[in-house]
C-alpha cells in the first residue's frame, strides 16, 4: 500500500523539486544582484503552499473516488482506515519535506552578502512571519487537510481545488489582519509566542479536518 501511494504521489514530488529548482535559481538571482530583488523569493514562496493544497492535498482523495481506484484497494485486505492514513501520512511526507527545503532556500535568499550593510526587517510582517518558523509548516498542513477532507465530502477534484484556492487567499489574506486586531488588544506579545498561537491554531484546525476526512471515509 505504502508503494502504491508513493507510485501515486510520484509526479507531484517530482514536479515539487522543479518548483523548489525554481526557488532555489530565484534565490541565486537575488543574491547575485542584492539588494535590488531583496525579497522576491520570500515574497513568492506564500504560493508554495498553495501548491501543495491544490496538487498533493485536493487530488489524493477526490481523484480516487472521480476514477472508481478506491473500490479496488477497499475489495482488497486493506481497509478504508489504513487506505486514508497511509495517503495522509504520504502527503504529510511530502509536504514537511518540501517546506523544509524551502527553508534552507529562503535561508540563503535572505543571507546578506559580507560587505552589505544589515538591512532592518520586521520580523512580524507579513512577508517574513509566513515564510519563517511554524506558519509555513501549519498552513501547508492546513490546506493539505482541507484538501483531503474536502475531497471526501466531495468526491470531486476540480471543486475541491476550488475550496482549496478560497481557503489559501482567506488564510494569506485574512491572517495578516487577524494577527493586527488581536495585537492591538496587548493578549499576544513576541515574534515566538504569535508564530507558536498562530500556527498552533491552524495545525489544530489541520488535525480536525483530517479526523473529519477519516470519519467519512471509514463510514459505510
Do not use: C
Not at 492535498?57 to 472508481?68: H, I, M, N, Q, S
Amino acid at each position: 500500500m505504502t508503494w502504491l501511494a508513493w507510485r501515486i504521489q510520484r509526479p507531484v514530488a517530482f514536479a515539487l523539486i522543479v518548483l523548489l529548482a525554481f526557488y532555489a535559481g530565484m534565490a541565486a538571482l537575488e543574491q547575485s544582484t542584492y539588494p535590488s530583488m531583496s525579497g522576491v523569493t520570500t515574497g513568492l514562496s506564500q504560493y508554495f503552499p498553495l501548491f501543495l493544497g491544490l496538487f498533493v492535498g485536493a487530488p489524493a482523495v477526490a481523484r480516487e473516488y472521480e476514477l472508481g481506484t478506491h473500490r479496488l484497494v477497499w475489495t482488497q485486505t486493506i481497509t478504508r482506515r489504513h487506505w486514508f492514513a497511509t495517503r495522509a501520512a504520504m502527503a504529510a511526507g511530502l509536504t514537511v519535506a518540501g517546506v523544509a527545503l524551502l527553508s534552507v532556500v529562503l535561508a540563503w535568499a535572505t543571507r546578506q552578502p559580507e560587505g552589505w550593510s544589515r538591512m532592518t526587517v520586521d520580523p512580524k510582517s507579513s512577508g517574513y512571519f509566513d515564510s519563517h518558523g511554524v506558519t509555513p509548516y501549519a498552513v501547508a498542513f492546513f490546506l493539505v487537510a482541507l484538501g483531503f477532507t474536502t475531497g471526501a465530502l466531495l468526491q470531486r477534484t476540480l471543486p475541491t481545488m476550488g475550496v482549496v484556492l478560497v481557503a489559501w487567499v482567506a488564510v494569506t489574506a485574512g491572517g495578516p489582519a487577524l494577527r493586527d486586531q488581536i495585537q492591538d488588544t496587548g493578549v499576544i506579545d513576541g515574534y515566538w509566542p504569535w508564530q507558536f498561537a498562530y500556527g498552533g491554531a491552524l495545525l489544530v484546525l489541520a488535525a480536525v479536518l483530517v479526523a473529519v476526512g477519516l470519519q467519512r471515509v471509514t463510514r459505510r
